[in-house]
């Protein structure tokens, strides 16, 4: 299955409870999921990780658990970028935030 945002496809979105690395440079998107569709909560991009617990050890992850409601409510969607720099990666994240304004993103 695949996820649009602007003009990229991502891939997912699936649950970020079934995600497992590694993730090579990706763009990354966490979402949460409703009745209504999925919104996106999150954007951000990572060179590599092989840590089972990226996600659970970032910073926002308790932003994203009261924007989704629960754990199951939170979804994952990616957009691979092999051979991409982080500056390549970074540009695209900002589009999406500057187009979906994901509330993550904007706490502090």
């Given at each position: 299955m695949t996820f649009q945002i602007l003009h990229y496809e991502f891939l997912g979105p699936i649950k970020l409870s079934e995600w497992g690395p590694p993730m090579d440079e990706v763009i990354y998107l966490l979402l949460a999921g409703s009745k209504d569709g999925w919104h996106i909560i999150y954007a951000s991009e990572s060179?590599?990780?092989?840590?089972?617990?990226?996600?659970?050890?970032?910073?926002?992850?308790?932003?994203?658990?009261?924007?989704?409601?629960?754990?199951?409510?939170?979804y994952l969607s990616i957009y691979p970028m092999w051979g991409s720099s982080t500056e390549e990666r970074k540009r695209i994240v900002d589009r999406v935030i500057s187009r979906y304004k994901p509330v993550c993103n904007y706490v502090k």
């Amino acid at each position: 299955m695949t996820f649009q945002i602007l003009h990229y496809e991502f891939l997912g979105p699936i649950k970020l409870s079934e995600w497992g690395p590694p993730m090579d440079e990706v763009i990354y998107l966490l979402l949460a999921g409703s009745k209504d569709g999925w919104h996106i909560i999150y954007a951000s991009e990572s060179e590599k990780t092989e840590e089972k617990d990226f996600f659970i050890k970032n910073d926002k992850f308790k932003c994203w658990i009261q924007n989704a409601g629960s754990v199951k409510n939170l979804y994952l969607s990616i957009y691979p970028m092999w051979g991409s720099s982080t500056e390549e990666r970074k540009r695209i994240v900002d589009r999406v935030i500057s187009r979906y304004k994901p509330v993550c993103n904007y706490v502090k």
